[in-house]
T-cell receptor
Framework: AQTVTQSQPEMSVQEAETVTLSCTYD???????LFWYKQPPSRQMILVIR??????QNATENRFSVNFQKAAKSFSLKISDSQLGDTAMYFC????????????FGKGTRLHILP | SQTIHQWPATLVQPVGSPLSLECTVEGTSNPNLYWYRQAAGRGLQLLFY??????ISSEVPQNLSASRPQDRQFILSSKKLLLSDSGFYLCACSRGNGQLVSEQFFGPGTRLTVL
């Protein structure tokens, strides 16, 4: 069974700094997707970034980028020039197209951006 | 794009009372639908998912149940609430019907407090 591990329960960084959130996963599959979701205090879950396992190039979305290491089964999220609005819970998630399309979520990392 | 509505936004119920949470989806047809629970400070726990009308799969045996009476309606129910049912309930959808789309979109959630 697939598992997703986020080893950092909580992190704090100063505004404008760069922060990296770690995520590792375990799977025997070759074709899958990885996501980072953000859940701000409003509790609304928002998709931040998506990576297809067959793509070697790391996904980027503005200030958000990932470091996808397929062999190491690592999928870290880098937030550059962090802003106060980045304060949220961040979830790493794994998806493999299957009969039921379930996503496996990590337990989350609570990120605080300090002014 | 799809929009997910959840009702009610907050709910306070006594132990032993029934529960009905509603989720409706706009902007897509034949979606896969999901119910998650997020306990305080915890990650997401998948409760139920549905790939079509009347098709419900349960991930965790408990006193909750789900139903999908219409293509874009997903209902979470309980006959008798327990204290442990308190939490934040999120409804999510992903495009099903054989389309290779993987990410899930989340509703605004319902905060349930059982006293």
């Amino acid at each position: 069974a697939q598992t997703v591990t986020q080893s950092q329960p909580e992190m704090s960084v100063q505004e404008a700094e760069t922060v990296t959130l770690s995520c590792t996963y375990d799977t025997s599959e070759n074709n899958y997707y990885l996501f980072w979701y953000k859940q701000p205090p409003s509790r609304q879950m928002i998709l931040v970034i998506r990576q297809e396992a067959y793509k070697q190039q790391n996904a980027t979305e503005n200030r958000f980028s990932v470091n996808f290491q397929k062999a190491a089964k690592s999928f870290s999220l880098k937030i550059s020039d962090s802003q106060l609005g980045d304060t949220a819970m961040y979830f790493c998630a794994f998806f493999r197209r299957d009969r039921d399309d379930k996503i496996i979520f990590g337990k989350g990392t609570r990120l605080h951006i300090l002014p | 794009s799809q929009t997910i509505h959840q009702w009610p936004a907050t709910l306070v119920q006594p132990v032993g009372s029934p529960l009905s949470l509603e989720c409706t989806v706009e902007g897509t047809s034949n979606p896969n639908l999901y119910w998650y629970r997020q306990a305080a400070g915890r990650g997401l726990q998948l409760l139920f998912y549905s790939v079509g009308i009347g098709q419900i799969s349960s991930e965790v045996p408990q006193n909750l149940s789900a139903s999908r009476p219409q293509d874009r309606q997903f209902i979470l129910s309980s006959k008798k609430l327990l204290l442990s049912d308190s939490g934040f309930y999120l409804c999510a959808c992903s495009r099903g019907n054989g389309q290779l789309v993987s990410e899930q979109f989340f509703g605004p959630g319902t905060r349930l407090t059982v006293l």
